[in-house]
């Protein structure tokens, strides 16, 4: 009342509030339909932890062409070295972007295929995974595949999903096994080879060769607790 706006200052005012609360609620949704449980982001990222890794690439992949260009990122590296933390961060940014992402841990993702088997869901599930215009598939290498009665193999199964998203969707993977053991550990060396021929030797590679951010933080939390004086101790001195 005090500025008394024009009608159509006023109208701008009124819809850009209202279409602003809109795309966060939108925002919101997509992040709770992503399956990213944990929020992390590249601001809370120390480069400095990690000197080998090329912060200007990273940054350039966050800005997600890769995903519009339709290619494939694979990212390899021992535990602990940020992988998870950084595909997390670009799956964020896919939802504030409005691009269509899904995230699932490599168990979980062949869990589901498996049990979809079993009820005979199998060609929906395999369908629904395959749409996402970016799937990030966590952690290969992470957790026993255990196989049951006569479902197919690891590798039969993820190689059925990365066929169908070959070239027409970004698939972003993380793995802490060397590309040439993931056969021993999809089951099946021969369709491992079919799907690292799709996935891996297109795909934009980055591998981390540093320290494991988890040890730091635990070494860091030890030595904290070395300087910290137990309270025995000051009674004694005291
Ligand atoms: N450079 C870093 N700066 C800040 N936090 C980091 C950094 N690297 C890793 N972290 C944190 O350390 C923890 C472990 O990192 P992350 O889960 O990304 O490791 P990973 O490479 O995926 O390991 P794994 O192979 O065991 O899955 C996470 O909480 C992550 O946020
Ligand atoms: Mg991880």
């Not at 819809?15 to 929020?39: D, F, M, T």
């Not at 993380?174 to 999809?186: F, V």
């Not at 089951?187 to 540093?210: E, F, K």
Request: glycine share 6%; charged share 30%; hydrophobic share 40%.
């Amino acid at each position: 009342m005090r500025e008394r706006p024009g009608p159509t200052a006023l109208l701008d005012h009124i819809l850009g509030a209202e279409v602003a609360s809109k795309l966060e609620r939108r925002i919101e949704r997509r992040v709770r339909n992503s399956g990213l449980l944990e929020s992390k982001s590249l601001e809370a990222f120390e480069w400095n932890f990690q000197p080998s890794l090329d912060k200007a690439l990273v940054m350039e992949l966050a800005r997600l062409d890769f995903v519009r260009r339709r290619e494939d990122l694979v990212i390899t590296g021992k535990s602990g070295t940020g992988k998870s933390h950084l595909l997390k961060a670009f799956g964020l940014r896919a939802c504030e972007q409005g691009v269509r992402v899904k995230y699932a841990r490599c168990v979980d993702l062949l869990d589901d295929l498996h049990a979809a088997l079993a009820d005979g869901t199998y060609a929906k599930r395999l369908k629904a995974w395959a749409r996402p215009e970016l799937l990030i598939i966590d952690d290969v290498g992470l957790g026993q595949l255990k196989k049951q009665g006569d479902e197919p193999t690891a590798a039969h199964t993820l190689y059925n999903l990365i066929d169908r998203r070959h070239t027409r969707a970004s698939t972003a993977v993380t793995s802490n096994i060397k590309l040439s053991d993931w056969g021993r550990y999809l089951g099946d060396t021969t369709l491992t080879a079919a799907i690292l021929d799709r996935l891996a030797m297109n795909a934009i590679r980055i591998d981390i060769d540093g320290p494991s951010y988890r040890q730091h933080v635990a070494q860091e939390r030890a030595s904290r607790q070395m300087r910290k004086p137990t309270k025995r101790k000051r009674s004694k001195t005291a």
